[in-house]
């Protein structure tokens, strides 16, 4: 049976990667793939174990204690996604983006390009890659009229942006998901991973800005906009602050992310409910501005507008994952992978180029089954890195890839040819930045 559990597993694994070919969401493939695979397990009565991390063994234990174990550790995850991004839509609301296009001041394309490197790296670490690539490449599309020139600046975008989450414990999916799983801890992640991160969007700016492609000037827009609300900037600052707020609050309670995220979530939801209401006070006043169809919670309207789809993939994924994990063979897995390589910075760098073919997420859990180190071991630092900026090599290697590629319609092979060695030189060299730090503190 368990040739028919890694058949079904590769099966609807296969069906996620050629979502674009397949026309079919990869949310379905996702959640199909994991009713199966637990079906499977409990109409076969196939033994299910939990893996004890310190005596690095697998104990026998009972499928509805498993599942619901799997599922408590997923719903931490999805709980937290779903705050981050009704903070992140909140935001929008207000229009709080907007406020970012006020620091772009320079025609200079190779200022530019640093300028918009260094924002998608500071941003994707505080509302994570996927929006900060959004962000910024909508204001790109507002600056930049030739439409070659953007391409490039969204190809490093991407780097910069999948850089900037791999440090962060909010940063990605798979950071949050190593965090939340007490495999590292916020203040180690940022200690041991920021500056291969730095290192890994510095080296392909460098390169990029000897590129005809960034040479010159722009002519851009930079007439200043009429901001759709004036509570855009409070909203901004108040809303990223809120998610920063987060870990600060895990350290100190030791609770888990996703209660501190809800706070944030409240806090944020409550100025926006005060400034809607001043809003559509004044508006009724004056009579002018009144929405026809009245007046609509700004909370109510965010929630209707995150990415539930993804949320449903990240379920389906993690828990087909899961079922893996309880049956062991990703234990055993492990096992043999280490026999074979037994130098684990090579496992993990060619976990990094595997992120650039399939998704980072599965990736990330099967290796949280795979191995089991203690909190915070160097290891999981490498993931970490690895599995967030591997993704950079490939258009379709990252959220953040995808994302740019439907805004831009980005062509895979131009990415292939253009971005992906620069992406690669990146990364390579963040990890040997890595490796280098790690060993020095393991020897000081």
Not at 90 to 115: E, H, N, P, Q, V
Not at 216 to 238: A, C, H
Not at 370 to 375: A, D, N, S
Not at 413 to 428: C, E, P, Q, R
Request: with cysteine; aromatic share 10%.
């Amino acid at each position: 049976m368990e040739t028919i559990i890694i058949i079904v597993f590769l099966a609807g694994y296969l069906a996620i990667t050629l979502e674009h070919n397949l026309k079919i969401d990869k949310l379905i493939p996702a959640l199909a793939m994991m009713a199966i695979l637990w079906a499977i397990i409990a109409l076969n009565h196939m033994p299910v174990f939990e893996v004890n991390a310190e005596l690095r063994e697998l104990e026998p234990t009972h499928l509805d204690e498993i599942l619901l174990h799997h599922l408590g550790k997923t719903a931490e995850i999805l709980v937290f996604l779903l705050g981050a991004m009704t903070i992140v839509e909140i935001i929008d609301y207000f229009d709080g983006f907007a406020t970012i296009k006020g620091y772009i001041r320079t025609r200079s394309k190779r200022k530019l390009l640093w300028l918009f490197s260094i924002l998608a790296f500071i941003l994707s670490a505080i509302i994570d890659n996927l929006t900060a690539t959004i962000v910024l490449i909508t204001i790109l599309q507002k600056v930049v009229n030739d439409r070659n020139t953007r391409l490039w600046f969204a190809g490093m975008i991407i780097i910069a942006a999948n850089a900037g989450g791999a440090w962060s414990p909010i940063g990605d999916v798979t950071t949050t998901m190593l965090w939340i799983a007490n495999k590292v801890s916020a203040a180690q992640l940022i200690e041991h991973v920021l500056v291969p991160s730095i290192v890994c969007m510095v080296v392909p700016v460098l390169i990029a800005g000897t590129y005809k492609a960034f040479k010159g000037k722009i002519d851009g827009d930079f007439e200043t906009e009429v901001p759709k609300s004036k509570y855009g900037s409070i909203m901004l600052y108040l809303g990223l602050g809120a998610i920063i707020f987060v870990p600060f609050f895990k350290t100190v309670t030791h609770l888990p992310p996703y209660v501190g995220m809800m706070l944030s979530l409240a806090i944020v939801a409550t100025f926006a409910e005060i400034y809607s209401n001043k809003k559509f006070s004044i508006s009724s006043v004056g009579g002018e501005g009144h929405d026809s169809e009245g007046h609509h919670s700004p909370v109510h309207h965010s929630l209707s507008k995150i990415e539930l789809p993804s949320i449903l993939f990240f379920l389906g994924i993690l828990l087909a994952v899961a079922a893996l994990e309880s049956l062991g063979l990703l234990f055993h897995y492990a096992e043999s992978l280490n026999a074979a390589i037994p130098n684990t910075d090579i496992v993990v760098m060619l976990f990094g180029v595997g992120s650039a073919v399939i998704d980072n997420v599965p990736l990330v859990a099967a290796s949280m089954g795979m191995f089991g180190e203690t909190m915070d071991n160097p290891l999981w630092h490498f993931i970490a890195y690895s599995a967030g900026t591997g993704g950079s090599m490939l258009i379709i290697g990252s959220a953040a890839g995808v994302v740019a590629m439907g805004m831009e319609k980005i062509d895979f092979f131009w990415y292939l040819k253009k971005i992906t060695w620069l992406a690669f030189l990146g990364f390579v060299a963040g990890a040997g930045a890595f490796i280098l730090i790690r060993d020095f503190i393991l020897n000081a």
